[in-house]
């Protein structure tokens, strides 16, 4: 309590010649070369029979390219076509795919193995992270600080080593390797029990607190980067696990394409997660200075510093 | 990726007399003596002119009970009848009140100071605490390990000293204080800026990745514990933070009453986060031994060990 009241007092008797930036006034502020322009050919869209519209960005390697490469297939062969939203469940995920499983699945589609799940941090991946950490050191240093802040911020993450971001993805790292993390949006493939792993036609996304637990369990292999609304806010299945009980209920998908195939797509971008900016936008997030707050929060989770994604200009 | 090779390998040499059980099979396992009744006159009974039903349990001592009481004193009232839901923002908030910002409310409201946001872990919680850390000791000691679990679980919380449980609810510790956490369904109190602290007439509940920069920075009062879908299903906003643009997209509350006014309202319980039975389902939730996965996560955050809570028996 004491510390509280004397960050607080400290507060009150520092000038503030203007107020400290919010994360997305750090975002929007970013220098266009902080920006990464995200291919056509890396998006998925979903259109559904209510005309709503919903993209997903696909993983770039080393993540999941297997089950990356099924979907490419999927939807070239356009198999999603007539399939439907079969499952709502609150605070976890909203589902998609054949819902009678009797569909015929396209011949070439590769079998992927579980140890698919996790990727080295290779020496490429390792000059990036220390590259990365150089770039977080300055900015932490020269940080606007509108109250003593004497600790480190805190990324501290229960589920691995180390959590943080990589080329403009949310991955953890540990025992020697690194994977993609379960946070809101993320797209996964659905599978049976092990050892199956899902091709790819079976997918979801997290419209909850982020399931890490699904970390290492479950293939990523993408999020949604616009109209995630479109499925966060369809009424929650009833049945077990949030699956609609009467096929009326489902929700029909008229096509799902390569993000090519769509003309007037607009082109979407990510601030680089290897950005200074990107840097800048983390450190608000976990100490939060714009007026609103009146105790930074000293750390942040990593599904709390999700990358911006918007329109390109 | 060789530890993880080897944990496969080791979990496929290993016997398994029985599967382990799920947590919600640990949740239904539980003896009726680890659940605890919630008492009608601590529940905020939300009814939408849609007809459907939403039920918040109110915090109890020491936290935030002078919202509580001003609560208990605009349900008493009937101030919210005939007000709305005017937000709802993706991955974030639904919120509720006077869309007109001009209705009188009770004179007899507290002001609640800011330091109300944080309570000194006194001698009985101290004593809680210490109990309950012999219990979890125990439980972990004695668990069922599916796989060689060598390392401890992993509950480290980057935005506090120790993210916890107590007397169930979400609690985090630090500076010498407690405080409760923003959880997915936890209810708070919208405010203007600092110093105002908000009187309670405008709420809001988080339907997104816990938002946990706002620990401490407002005030949490309860957490929906039934029909949290009527709230977290309906339309996104298209206004400035997810606010409806026009008045007939906002939801028309019938009424909010204390729960031992309504008639018929079932009774609930939740799982004392005391008891062995919780020390055994967060224990799975942080390493899931089910069927179902193959690499256990080895920790969890402290949101992604909801209370169980159920109607009663």
């Not at 920006?35 to 999941?64: E, N």
């Not at 946070?183 to 790819?200: A, H």
């Not at 929650?236 to 799902?256: A, D, H």
Request: aromatic share 8%.
């Amino acid at each position: 309590m004491k510390t509280l009241l004397m960050l607080a007092a400290a507060a009150a008797a520092t000038p503030a010649p203007k107020a400290a930036l919010a994360p997305s006034e750090i975002v929007a502020a970013a220098p266009k070369g902080d920006w990464v322009a995200i291919a056509a050919s890396d998006l998925l869209v979903m259109d559904l029979a209510s005309g709503k519209r919903v993209v997903i960005q696909l993983m770039p390697p080393p993540f999941s390219q297997g089950w990356v490469g099924n979907i490419r297939k999927l939807a070239a062969a356009k198999w999603w076509d007539g399939t439907s939203i079969n499952r709502v469940q609150d605070n976890y995920v909203v589902q998609w795919g054949d819902a009678t499983e009797k569909k015929a699945l396209p011949a070439d589609l590769l079998t992927v193995l579980q140890n698919q799940y996790v990727f080295p941090a290779d020496q490429r991946i390792m000059r990036i992270l220390s590259d990365k950490q150089r770039i977080v050191t300055r900015v932490v240093a020269t940080r606007p600080a509108r109250i003593n802040e004497t600790r480190p911020i805190r990324m501290s993450d229960p589920y691995s080593a180390v959590g943080g971001h990589l080329i403009g993805w949310p991955i953890a790292t540990g025992d020697g390797g690194i994977w993609p993390v379960h946070c809101y949006g993320m797209v996964g493939v659905g599978r049976d029990m092990p050892p199956d792993t899902g091709t790819g036609a079976e997918l979801y996304t997290v419209i909850g607190h982020a399931p890490r637990h699904l970390d290492r369990n479950i293939a990523l292999v993408g999020r949604v980067i616009s109209g995630i609304e479109n499925l966060s806010s369809l009424p929650r299945g009833t049945g077990p696990l949030g699956f609609y009980e009467k096929p009326e209920q489902r929700v029909t998908i008229m096509s799902i394409r390569i993000g090519s195939e769509i003309k007037d797509l607009p082109r979407f971008e990510y601030l680089s997660t290897e950005s200074a900016s990107f840097a800048a936008y983390a450190d608000a997030r976990a100490n939060r200075r714009d007026p609103f707050f009146i105790v930074p929060a000293g750390g942040a989770d990593i599904c709390n510093i999700p990358v911006p994604v918007r329109v390109a200009k």
